[in-house]
């Protein structure tokens, strides 16, 4: 059994929609990705359903180098807004559901991302998360410098994160008094010292403003190789998978739950929610016809690029479309996704066009389709069988994907007893259920 009493549910927001094709949808706003009024109507839809969190994914460079394919899709990151700008507006234009923003470890500096997370954090009254990414996308690193070795991203990782929640804690609560009539704006005696020195980072401290609302802003984790997951164990308190199926699921969680004592971590403290591609309609037909609808606006020449990049960029062009998938390298892009993808067509013997068709689609996420009462018994299943603590939903595209979850689906799992009807509180921790970090205390 989860948990919580009740699962955790969030909205991932690609602008048109997590499917391939979706932008090409008469529905779906094709400049969706820079338009901000678009991310805000979406997330006050997903306020509406009394959603935990928008999660906000990012790369800092396209993903992808196949420009005939890139050209013709827009879920590679050619046309988005940055997440840490846009949580601006999602700040002021909300005032419950969590908002959290994709960061990479490999990319930043930990001071530049505590300020701008705690930033947020003090602008929403404590609604603030970041999910820490080690960069999977080669691209991104011809933007900096080279890409380090998956082993390397991960240790920077784990020690950045280390640096971030030690800048959170710079000020006891309560430092700032803010005494007018004493002149005193805050204690000197509630600084918490940092001074932390490693080869990769020297980091004095302290933040430039007080501690946040949740003391530390939510960290949620995706890394699914076995460095991914001990990084999840270690820092991460919602953590983000791909799962296609059940048994898989219940794999990954007990998986990742058995790390967290040698970390010296709670069961409470982490909440898995795996991702769902899902169709829903009135009737299972009407769920059928919006998928069959998306995927015949699929370009061919996308499928093969898409997947050649969801495999780390290798070179499918050469092999022939109803052939086996060739034996694959290593790859030092996303392990996680690379292993899914091939376990996935050895298990179903699936042809390379196959594997294409099925991968622009869900991209290895679990893909449940039918009415709202089918929607809710799948996921029931997994919540209740120690597979999910919660779910993240990927709308095939957007708005509408949204508004049909929320108008169908929710309902049907309140009146089930498995999600709430309202927030229970202010913060995202509050909507979580995890508790709030105590601070340390100056020596
Ligand atoms: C569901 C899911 C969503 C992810 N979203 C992003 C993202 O927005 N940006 C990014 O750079 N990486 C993203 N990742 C990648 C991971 O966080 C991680 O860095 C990557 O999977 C490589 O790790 P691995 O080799 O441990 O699987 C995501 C991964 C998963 C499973």
């Known amino acids: 059994m989860a948990v919580d009493e009740q699962m955790a549910i969030s909205a991932f927001l690609y602008p048109t929609g997590y499917h391939v094709a979706a932008w090409r949808h008469p529905d779906v706003p094709a400049d969706a990705g820079i338009d901000a009024r678009h991310y805000i109507e979406i997330t006050r839809i997903a306020e509406r359903g009394k959603f935990d969190f928008i999660f906000l994914p990012d790369s800092a460079g396209i993903r992808g180098r196949d420009m005939e394919a890139l050209s013709r899709t827009a879920v590679r990151y050619v046309a988005q807004l940055e997440p840490f700008t846009l949580m601006g507006a999602l700040a002021v234009s909300t005032s419950r559901i969590g908002l959290t923003a994709t960061v990479s470890s490999s990319y930043n ?34 933007n900096f410098d080279a890409q380090p070795d998956h082993d390397t991203r991960y240790a920077r990782a784990a020690e950045f994160a280390e640096v971030v929640r030690g800048l959170w804690d710079s000020w006891e609560d309560g430092a700032f008094v803010r005494d007018k009539e004493a002149g005193l704006f805050f204690r000197p005696e509630g600084v918490v010292p940092l001074d932390y020195r490693s080869e990769r980072f020297k980091v004095r401290g302290p933040l430039n403003m007080p501690r946040s609302p949740q003391g530390h802003p939510v960290t949620l984790q995706a890394g699914s190789s076995e460095a991914g997951k001990e990084l999840g164990a270690s820092s991460g308190e919602v953590i983000f998978t791909a799962q296609p199926t059940l048994q898989e699921a219940q794999a990954f969680y007990k998986d990742l739950r058995s790390r967290l004592a040698r970390y010296g971590r709670a069961q409470d403290e982490v909440r898995v929610l795996p991702g769902v591609f899902l169709f829903v309609g009135r009737t299972r037909q009407e769920a059928r016809d919006k998928f069959e609808q998306l995927q015949e606006l699929i370009d061919p020449v996308v499928g093969l690029g898409l997947l050649s990049s969801e495999l780390g960029h290798v070179d499918l062009s050469g092999f022939p479309l109803d052939g086996p998938l060739p034996p694959l390298p290593p790859s030092n892009a996303g392990q996680g996704r690379h292993k899914l993808l ?39 299943e997994w919540y209740e069988n120690d597979a999910a603590d919660g779910f993240m939903i990927m709308a095939p595209a957007l708005p509408a994907g949204l508004s049909d979850f929320v108008d169908l689906v929710v309902p049907e799992l309140q009146r089930r007893g498995l999600f709430r009807t309202d927030y229970r509180g202010r913060t995202l921790r509050d909507h979580l259920g995890l508790a709030r970090p105590a601070g340390r205390v100056p020596q």
């Open 342 to 380: 091939v376990d996935l067509a050895a298990r179903e013997q699936l042809t390379l066009r196959q594997l294409s068709q099925l991968v622009d689609g869900s991209r290895g996420h679990w893909q449940p389709m039918g009415s709202a009462s089918d929607v809710a018994d799948e996921l029931q």
């Open 109 to 142: 500096e930990p001071y530049h991302v505590a300020r701008k997370i705690a930033s947020v954090d003090h602008m929403t009254g404590g609604r603030a998360g970041w999910n820490l990414v080690t960069s999977q996308n080669p691209e991104e690193a011809f």
